[in-house]
């Protein structure tokens, strides 16, 4: 666990180093949730004072965009791939198989819509590591694999 | 003795096949067998169904393996394939594969050649040579030559490039922008991926030739946060390239010495596929939600922070420094009708030889899905084939012969899009594809206007009430679907709900059986 102390050093040390740029909102946000995995909702009083904004314009673009989360992630994010290149190749089975697996387990599942892999589908990723042509038995393996690491 | 140089690629697509694994047990090998080898992380020839797809340098050119796996290596070392030995795998001289010997690469030249962040191997390709002649010619030349190339956005709008940029050029104004949208959401399509990963430096000299067209100093790249390795590449590229004078401003004495600076920056975006919209995209960048604009004031007028902009698409940037290399004439000799110039095609979905096959407009469906792609993956007949996105028609078998040209497509209702092509099986179920696309549109619509906002929603009911509901209702329910796809049409704001009812249309339409019609009831689009 992320204590409060770091969660505060760390916005205040991400605010400090981009509160200048043009459009800083975005890139502060990603930098804060690549460190602590999520955009603690305890950040946005402080993004909104460094920014010269209402907390309800940086709370707005949080729950706007679909990468930024407000809960720290369980386990590994687990993004499997669920748009029509990778429907044409089995992935709405792929994706109730991954429901069914991941269900008790120490990982975040979640839909994404094209990773930009579509000649070689269904893929997914795995904390940002691509992997292609993603069978039943290939995502129990992976998931074994990252049972094991943990 | 020499080094040999192996070759094994860092394109996404080849890291989900394993190349890093590959990569990792050649190095390996060659140390426990004494081989001196230089490995190189190409990127890749587009060929994904060989990937990982492994090349050799031998006298004779270089030599292709693939698919292989790191279980393969040692056997692949043990027939002295470091020599261009024979092996079950082997592939022959990479140039001479039917595949790749067929197409017509321009803007792909370098794909899979090269070592994507190195400045050298760039130059050595042509690289910087169109940027290099554009800063011999006036800026009012540069853009004469962009707009005699014929060169449109490859985007999907296909709007004339010269003409943004004559606009911005001729704008007063303190700051102007390039911006660069690379945020192929489209599923089927990773031209722009590989081109970031690729060749980030054809990439980042576009951009520097339309600054130094229109007098911008700043730029933006807005890459998808789905890309890490395309940000990755071209975070290294536009470093590297910042450090040699191809960007920024060094010595305070510009570009290459022009004394116009260029500063340029990637920007992440954050898994929203509606920013994939010029004006969305701006007000993300800007650091706002992206919703879309009104247009009028069009970007190039009003564009990113209220100034003059040009925005480009990745493979309509990547697309200039050869026409300035090579001259408008050059480029403009292919291509057929008000479409000149190639477009790099993606083959995606259900297909058994998926990857990037770049040809000049003219090139017909059937020749990509068959020629290239080589039928379906699963070995069954293609029932569907989605062209240019989750916004893009399904487009029927009646017209897989015609001629690829945007009039020539759009005529019959087609979209050429960004040119991602997603094939189907027959085990498809058009209904729910046309299901899926609704409600694509209601996850990803911005909000700001209500066909789209609330049209999806609709339907998606509509659409189940159709497949599931009394068949008594059904001619009525098509008939809803039928007024609610023409109110989105022609009253959304953007292209979001303004396409989506053409999946819907084009698969109720050429497909009314998936629907539970029957086939009679057939009507034209």
Known sequence: MTSNNQVQSTIRRVLDDKRGMPGALLPILHDIQDELGHVPPEAVADIAEALNLSRAEVHGVISYYHHFRTEAPKGAVVQVCRAEACQSCGSEALWEHASKQAKGQNVTLESVYCLGLCATAPSMSINDKPYARVSHARFDHLLAQLKEAA | MSKIKIYVPRDSEALALGADEVAAVIALQARQRGIPIELVRNSSRGMFWLEPLVEVATKKGRVAYGPVQPEDVAGLFDVGFHNGGAHKLGLGLTDEIDYLKKQERLTFARMGITDPVSLDDYQAHEGYAGLCKALTLKPTEVVQQVLDSGLR?????????????????????????????????????????????????????????????????????????????????????????????????????????????????????????????????????????????????????????????????????????????????????????????????????????????????????????????????????????????????????????????????????????????????????????????????????????????????????????????????????????????????????????????????????????????????????
Not at chain 2, 215 to 222: D, F, N, Q, S
Not at chain 2, 299 to 307: C, D, E, M, T, V
Not at chain 2, 341 to 347: F, R, S, V, W
Not at chain 2, 385 to 412: I, N, R, S
Request: glycine share 14%; aromatic share 8%; net charge neutral.
């Open chain 2, 153 to 525: 956005g490859r985007g999907g709008a296909a709007f004339p490039a010269g003409i943004k940029w004559k606009t911005v050029a001729a704008a007063q104004a303190e700051q102007k922008y390039v911006v660069c949208n690379a945020d192929e959401g489209d599923s089927g399509t990773f031209s722009d991926r590989m081109t970031m990963e690729g060749d980030p430096y054809m990439l980042i000299e576009g951009m520097t030739i339309a600054a130094m067209a229109t007098g911008a100093t700043r730029g933006y790249i807005y890459v998808r946060s789905e890309y890490p390795h395309a940000i990755a590449a071209l975070n290294e590229a536009i470093a590297r390239a910042t450090e040699a004078g191809f960007l920024g401003n060094k010595d305070g004495k510009g570009v290459l010495g022009s004394g116009q600076a260029f500063h340029l920056e990637v920007r992440k975006g954050a898994g929203s596929y509606v920013c994939g919209e010029e004006t969305a995209m701006l007000e993300s960048i800007e650091g706002k939600r992206g919703v879309v604009r009104a247009k009028p004031p069009i970007p190039a007028l009003k564009g990113l922070f209220g100034q003059p902009t040009v925005i480009n698409n990745v493979i309509t940037f990547a697309s200039v420094p050869i026409i300035l290399a090579r001259g408008a004439a050059f480029y403009a000799n292919y291509g057929l009708g008000r479409s000149r110039g190639t477009l790099p095609i993606q083959i995606a979905g259900n297909v058994k030889h998926g990857g990037l096959v770049e040809k000049a407009f003219g090139v017909t469906l059937r020749e990509l899905m068959v020629d290239y792609g080589g039928g379906t993956a699963s070995g069954r007949p293609i029932k569907a084939v989605q062209v240019g996105g989750p916004l893009g028609a399904y487009v029927p078998e009646a017209h897989w012969d015609l001629p690829m040209d945007y009039e020539g497509w759009t005529a019959v209702g087609a979209t050429v899009g960004h040119g991602g092509i997603v094939i189907h099986d027959d085990t498809a179920d058009l209904s729910r594809l046309a299901r899926y696309a609704m409600e694509f549109c209601a996850i990803e619509s911005c909000g700001k206007c209500t066909p789209c906002r609330i049209g999806s929603t609709r339907g998606v009911e509509t659409i189940d009430r159709i497949t599931q509901g009394d068949a008594q209702n059904r001619p009525q329910q098509v008939k809803l679907l039928r007024d609610l796809c023409d109110t989105m049409v022609n009253g959304s704001l953007c292209a979001m709900g303004g396409m989506t009812p053409f999946p819907v249309l084009s698969a109720l339409n050429h497909y009314p059986e998936d629907f539970g019609l029957s086939k009679p009831d057939r009507k034209a689009a």
